[in-house]
Every structure is written in structure tokens, then in C-alpha cells.
């Protein structure tokens, strides 16, 4: 989120209303934009589908799993080098090398496509399905991990409206094809849909490349992979980016295999009653991430930067000690304020389950979820931003206890009452979540309360422990950069 600030800043300056209501448009847009543009795209198509008597309910379950499947295994492949490569970007913004930053694009490009294809060879030996359809479901597969990789670059370099205008016109195209594809074939099938939806999102990513070379102007490829060196530096960065999208989805894998289960075309396994309840609860935290961007980049980070400006340029110690009290109450009122109008969307929305699953049309089975993970997926927000605030602090340490307990405890407690059968759905992530929300708050009262031995005897950099990746990064420097 650096560098968003100085835009919400001026705006919450201008003392209307307007201005206030452009500042959280603009977070929302930066936040949730493009996750929120695929879903209406995705619930488009559905909808659109719905309507073409000829095609099957098994056909649009086909196009629903193939697109949740790209998305969700392309987020493990992503998080394996997530963490570690935006902090490596960030450092060589911070030490101006911006001119080393397209390099390290194409060598997380040339990694993230080889785990990719690995992954999805696996599916393609064992899934029965026809040969085209696999290879546009690969098509999509592919384009949805380089759009991540963009996603990750464009971000860093504060581009946000390259990535919105990608993805809406992304998705203008998916919807029209669809639309199109309706009108045109009388007997469409899901194969269709897939090809629709897999042309909007090679539009997105076309979009974003441009982007990328309008923003990245020197590009050349030397030392693609020198970024490896982080992997020895920072491994918890690794750890935790893992560890957070497994904690995410390791419910929905283990839940797979209970009550309920569901195998579609001998290709895709899935729970249409726990599925469906997360993919509803996870809109409702929506107001986390806008709220939070904006509480950091406008109230929060001034006393942050006055706190640490105040180290690294001799302030003195009385100095040093009432910016720590003022930082430390301001983070306080926002995580309370954040809390309290969450917790608001996410208690309107536990008490309206039951006229949501009659308006949309669901079992009530499935509305018993969505009241447990909704509790969840609140606590589950709260911990993305603790573990935020502890990176933010640098205490790396921390963050990787989090995001262990949050994995652990989910496939825990998931495991633990799945034989209890469908009423318990929901009640191990609920609970999870809810513990590792603790574990996160009190870690972060604790480290605040030490924050400034912390930055004054713990180092910034790590010693290499190990040079293996280290190693491989130069070997593979010699061997495929030019």
C-alpha cells in the first residue's frame, strides 16, 4: 500500500464531504478494485448462463470449479515468492535502483511460469476431460499466474489505474464474449464460457504489460535472479506468505472429503454448501480493507514516520518516548474503529443470513455456514492486518508466529470436527480464526511495548544462516541472463 498516502492525505484536506467519499473510492479501488471487478465478471457470466436453456447445470458448474481452481491454486503458486520479492522491490525503490527492478519482473516471471506448469501437469495427467478444454483451462491457468506477478509490480510502483482500467475492460470483454456466445450458438457449453472468460482475462493481462513497459522504461535481463538472495535473508518472509494462503484455503481442502463432497466430471472435487457459504462471506470484509488502508496511510503513518525519524536522526530520548505514546495510541483508536465498524457489516450480516439465503436462492444448510464463516472471515481480516502492522514493524518474527498458528489451526480444528458432519461446518474456522486473532493482538501489545528496544538492538538484516538460494540464484544468472 506505500505510497497511496500523499493522494488520500490531500484529499481528506479538503474539508467536504466529497473529497472524504473520492478518498475511500480511491482505497477501495487500490484495495479490492480488481478482486471485486472479477467477481462481478464471474457472477455475470453465471447469471448470463442462466439464461441459456440449452446448457446444462452440470456444464456451468464445469466453467464455475475451472475458474475458482485457476484462482485458488494460482494463489499458492504466487505465495511462494510474494513476500520475499516485494521486499526486494521495496528496498531497491528505497535505494533508488529502480533501473534493477524489470530484471527481477522477468526472473519471478520465468519461475512463477515453471511452478505453474508443473502444478497443472499434474491435473492434466489425472483429469479425464476433453484435450481442448484442458488446454484453454491451461490458458487461463497461465494467464491468471502472470497477472499476479504484474499485479505485484504495477502495485510497487503506485500504477493503481493501469490495474483498474486493465481489469475492467478485462472484464467488459469476458462479459461480452459470454454475451455474445449466447446469442450466436444454440447449444453453448461450458467449454464456451471458458473461452470467453479466458479471452477477458488475456485482455487484462495485456493491459498490465503495457503498463509495465510505460512503467519500467530500462529493460534489459541481467541478473534475473539475484533477488534469490532474500530467500537466505528473509526464509519467514517465505514462511508466512505459504502459510497465510494455506491457512486460507486449507478448510476448504480438508472439507472437500466430507459430508457433502462433490466430484464433477472426474476432474474437480468440491463442497457446494461450504464453498458457497465462504465465497459470500469473504464480500463482507470488504470494508476492512478500505478502512484499514485509509487509517494507516493518513492517520496512522505520519506519527510512524515521526517515531522512526526521531531514531535514525538523534532525537532525543523524552522525544523518542512521546512519539512512541502518541504512534502507539493513534494505532490503538484505528484498530478499534476498525474493529467496531467491521464487526458492525459483519453482525448485520450474520442476523440477515436467513433472508440473504431465501433472496438468493440456497439451502438453508448453506446459510448455517455463512453465519460461522462470517465470524471467521472478520477474524480472519484482523489477522491479515495484525500481521500487516507486524511486518510494518519489522518484527518478522511474529508475523511468522501468527500465520503458523493460523494454518495450524484451522487444518486443526477443520480436521477435528469433520466427521461431526455438515452442522459443524464452519465452527473449526470460526474458532481457529478467532484464537489466532488473540495470539495476533496480544504479540502486537507486546511488541509495541518494546517497540523502541526493538529498533534499537535487533538489526534490520539478517545474516546470511545459508547461501543456498544465494547459489542457485547465481548459477542460474550465468546460465539464462544475457
Keep these: 500500500m506505500a505510497g497511496i498516502g500523499f493522494k488520500l492525505q490531500k484529499l481528506f484536506q479538503e474539508d467536504y464531504y466529497s473529497s472524504r467519499l473520492k478518498a475511500y473510492t ?15 465478471v464471474v457472477g455475470t457470466i453465471q447469471w448470463l448462463a442462466f439464461q441459456m436453456p440449452m446448457l446444462s447445470l452440470e456444464e456451468r458448474t464445469i466453467f464455475m470449479l475451472s475458474v475458482s481452481y485457476a484462482f485458488i491454486f494460482s494463489q499458492i503458486v504466487f505465495s511462494f515468492q510474494q513476500l520475499v520479492v516485494t521486499r526486494y522491490v521495496a528496498d531497491l525503490f528505497y535505494e533508488k535502483k529502480a533501473h534493477e527492478i524489470f530484471p527481477v519482473f522477468t526472473g519471478m516471471l520465468k519461475v512463477t511460469m515453471l511452478a505453474a506448469v508443473i502444478m497443472y501437469s499434474i491435473f492434466w495427467m489425472i483429469s479425464p476431460l476433453a484435450f481442448v478444454y484442458k488446454l484453454v483451462l491451461f490458458v487461463l491457468f497461465m494467464t491468471i499466474n502472470v497477472i499476479w506477478v504484474m499485479f505485484l509490480f504495477l502495485s510497487a510502483a503506485k500504477f493503481y489505474q493501469a490495474i483498474a482500467y486493465s ?4 472484464g467488459f470483454i469476458a462479459v461480452g464474449g459470454v454475451f455474445l456466445i449466447s446469442r450466436i450458438m444454440a447449444d453453448p457449453t461450458s467449454l464456451e464460457l471458458l473461452t470467453g472468460f479466458t479471452a477477458g482475462m488475456i485482455v487484462t493481462l495485456f493491459g498490465l504489460f503495457f503498463a509495465m513497459l510505460r512503467t519500467f522504461p530500462l529493460r534489459y535481463a541481467t541478473r534475473e ?15 508466512i506468505g505459504v502459510l497465510y494462503v494455506l491457512g ?20 474437480f472435487v468440491f463442497n457446494p454448501y461450504y464453498d458457497t457459504a465462504v465465497f459470500w462471506s469473504y464480500l463482507t470484509i470488504v470494508p ?7 487509517a494507516v496511510e493518513t492517520r496512522f503513518y505520519e506519527r510512524y514516520r515521526t517515531f522512526y525519524g526521531l531514531i535514525n536522526y538523534g532525537g532525543a530520548l523524552h522525544q523518542i518516548d512521546k512519539a512512541k505514546q502518541t504512534m502507539t495510541t493513534v494505532l490503538k483508536n484505528e484498530l478499534i474503529r476498525l474493529g467496531r465498524s467491521q464487526g458492525v457489516v459483519t453482525l448485520f450480516a450474520v442476523l440477515m443470513a436467513g433472508v440473504f439465503v431465501g433472496w438468493i436462492g440456497v439451502p438453508e444448510e448453506v446459510g448455517q455456514i455463512f453465519r460461522m464463516t462470517t465470524l471467521a472471515a472478520f477474524a480472519n481480516a484482523m489477522i491479515l492486518v495484525l500481521t500487516l502492522l507486524l511486518l510494518y514493524f519489522e518484527d518478522r518474527r511474529g508475523a511468522l508466529l501468527v500465520n503458523l498458528s493460523f494454518f495450524t489451526f484451522n487444518a486443526l480444528f477443520t480436521t477435528l470436527l469433520l466427521p461431526r458432519g455438515i452442522d459443524w461446518y464452519g465452527v473449526g474456522f470460526a474458532v481457529s480464526t478467532t484464537i489466532t486473532f488473540f495470539i495476533a493482538g496480544l504479540r502486537l501489545i507486546y511488541f509495541m511495548g518494546k517497540v523502541d528496544y526493538y529498533v534499537f538492538a535487533s538489526s534490520n538484516r539478517r545474516k546470511l544462516g545459508t547461501e543456498r538460494f544465494s547459489n542457485m540464484g547465481s548459477v542460474l544468472n550465468r546460465r539464462f541472463s544475457r
Design 167 to 170: 481489469f475492467l475492460l478485462g
Design 225 to 239: 535472479f539475484s533477488y534469490f538472495r532474500y530467500f537466505d535473508l528473509y526464509p519467514d518472509l517465505f514462511a
Design 248 to 267: 486460507i484455503w486449507v478448510t476448504n481442502f480438508i472439507i472437500w472429503f466430507g459430508e457433502g463432497r462433490m466430484v464433477v466430471a472426474d476432474s
Design 288 to 294: 476492512t480493507q478500505l478502512l484499514f488502508v485509509v
Design 26 to 40: 480511491f482505497s477501495g479501488l487500490v484495495t479490492s478494485g480488481p478482486w471485486l471487478i472479477v467477481i462481478l
